[in-house]
C-alpha cells in the first residue's frame, strides 16, 4: 500500500475508556524476538520481486506455508484459495486457529505477500513478518473466537487476492461468514535512521475510493464499530508496546472489500512514510526492523484481546529460554551509517572496540547507532545484560 494523501493526524489523548493490561498477553507479546524478526524479513527479501503469478510470487507462498507448517499448524487449518489475475494463478494462503466458545466467529489478521517492482522488504513483508510471528507465538494458546491468519496475493494490482477470498470464500458461506474484526497490516516498516515510535491506527471513515477512474462510496453504518475496534487497537499498542497510535483513516488496503461488505475493519500504517516501496529500494537496509519487532508485540498483544485469548500465565509451547548471545542480532551486517542492535529485552549496555581494543562508542538501551562516523573496518561489539556478556563481529563498509 502507498498512501498519496495522508489526512491530518491528531495525536492520542482521551481513549474514551480504559482498557486494562492483561498480565499474560503482556507475557505472549514479550515472546517476540529480534531475531525472529530480521530472519523473516531477511528470508521475505530473498524472495526477490514477488509479482502476483511470478515463479517469485508462487515460491514466496510456498515458505509462507511451510513456516506456518513448521509452527505447528497442520493441513486442516492450512487452507488455499487460488485465483488468476492476468493469465497466471496465485494463491491467498489462509490459517485458521478453532475457537473454543465461538467457533463460527472470526478475527481475521491480514497482509498482502505479493509485491511490485522491488522485492517490498517494507510493503509488505514487514506485515507478513509480524503476523508471522504472532501466529507462531498463539500457536498453542486457545481463543474464544477463531482468528484466521490470511496472507494475501494481488493486493498491488488492485486487491485482487482479498477480493477474491470474499466473493468466492466469506460471501460463498452459508450463511454469510460471521467476521468479527479485520485488522490489516500494510507497510509498518518505517524508515532507515530516523526515529519510529508511532503508528497510523486506522479507522473507517467512509473513504471515496477510486475504482477505474471513478469513485465509489462505501457503507458507513460499519464506521462506529470501527471507531471503537480501532480505539481498541490503539490500547492494545499502548499496553502491549512502547509505540504511540495516532489516528488515521483505511485507505486502499485489503480490508477495503471486506469493509464493502459491511464488515468492521482497522489497520495499521507506519508513521513516518517510506518512499522506497514500489520501487527497487524498498528493501532491508532501508527500513527499520527494530520499529517492526516492536509493532510485532503490540499486534500480538491485540490479537489476544480481540480473540479474546486464554488470561493463565503459562509460557507456550514456543517459548524458548536462549543465552545471550543467541538472542542478540546485528543487521545491517556489513554496516553503513547506521546500526540496529536486535534484543529483545531491556537492560543491556553496547560498547564497540576497534581492533586495538580502544572503546569508539558506548550506549545504554539503545537498539538504533548512528556509525556514519566509523571508518571502514572490523569492530567488536559487546553486549553487556545483567551478568551475561557476548561479543559480535561488525564490519563497516561504506
Not at 538504533?368 to 563481529?393: Q, R
Request: hydrophobic share 35%; charged share 15%; aromatic share 10%.
Amino acid at each position: 500500500m502507498k498512501k498519496i494523501l495522508l489526512p491530518s493526524f491528531l495525536l492520542l489523548s482521551a481513549m474514551g475508556f480504559s482498557q486494562s493490561l492483561v498480565q499474560a498477553y503482556k507475557n505472549r507479546a514479550t515472546q517476540v524476538t529480534q531475531t525472529n524478526i530480521n530472519t523473516l524479513l531477511t528470508d521475505f527479501t530473498s524472495y526477490g520481486v514477488k509479482t502476483t503469478g511470478s515463479t517469485a510470487n508462487n515460491n514466496a507462498f510456498a515458505w509462507l506455508k511451510s513456516k506456518y507448517v513448521a509452527f505447528g499448524y497442520d493441513a486442516a487449518q492450512i487452507t488455499e484459495n487460488a485465483f488468476t489475475y492476468n493469465s497466471k494463478q496465485t494463491k491467498n494462503l489462509i490459517v485458521t486457529k478453532t475457537g473454543t466458545v465461538y467457533p463460527n466467529k472470526y478475527l481475521i489478521v491480514c497482509g498482502h505477500y505479493d509485491t511490485i517492482t522491488g522485492p517490498g522488504t517494507n510493503d509488505n513483508g514487514s506485515g507478513i513478518s509480524i503476523i508471522l510471528e504472532a501466529a507462531r507465538i498463539l500457536q498453542n494458546v486457545s481463543s474464544e473466537y477463531s482468528i484466521k491468519f490470511i496472507n494475501f496475493s494481488g493486493e498491488e494490482q488492485g486487491l485482487y487476492g482479498s477480493q477474491a477470498y470474499v466473493t468466492n470464500v466469506v460471501k460463498a458461506t452459508n450463511p454469510k461468514m460471521d467476521i468479527i474484526l479485520v485488522l490489516n497490516l500494510d507497510e509498518v516498516g518505517g524508515v532507515a535512521g530516523m526515529t519510529n515510535n508511532k503508528v497510523i491506527a486506522e479507522k473507517d471513515g467512509t473513504p471515496t475510493y477510486p475504482t477505474n477512474g471513478t469513485y465509489s462510496t462505501y457503507p458507513s453504518s460499519n464506521n462506529a464499530a470501527s471507531t471503537i475496534k480501532t480505539t481498541e487497537l490503539k490500547n492494545s499498542m499502548l499496553n502491549y508496546s512502547n509505540i504511540t497510535p495516532v489516528d488515521g483513516y483505511i485507505e486502499r488496503s485489503d480490508y477495503m472489500p471486506f469493509e464493502k461488505e459491511g464488515y468492521v475493519v482497522t489497520g495499521l500504517y507506519e508513521f513516518n512514510e517510506s518512499n522506497k516501496p514500489h520501487t527497487a529500494n524498498d528493501t532491508y537496509v532501508n527500513m527499520d526492523p527494530v520499529y517492526v519487532y516492536n509493532i510485532a508485540q503490540g499486534i500480538v498483544g491485540a490479537i489476544q484481546h480481540f480473540s479474546t485469548a486464554d488470561t493463565s500465565i503459562t509460557l507456550s509451547a514456543n517459548a524458548v529460554s536462549k543465552n545471550l548471545s543467541d538472542r542478540v542480532s546485528l543487521f545491517p551486517n556489513p554496516a553503513n551509517n547506521f546500526l540496529n542492535i536486535g534484543l529483545d529485552g531491556k537492560g543491556f549496555t553496547t560498547t564497540i572496540v576497534d581492533m586495538s581494543g580502544k572503546t569508539i562508542m558506548q550506549s545504554k538501551d539503545q537498539q538504533d547507532l548512528d556509525t556514519s562516523k566509523l571508518i571502514n573496518g572490523i569492530y567488536l561489539v559487546k553486549i553487556t545484560m545483567g551478568n551475561e556478556t557476548t561479543t559480535k563481529k561488525l564490519i563497516i563498509k561504506k
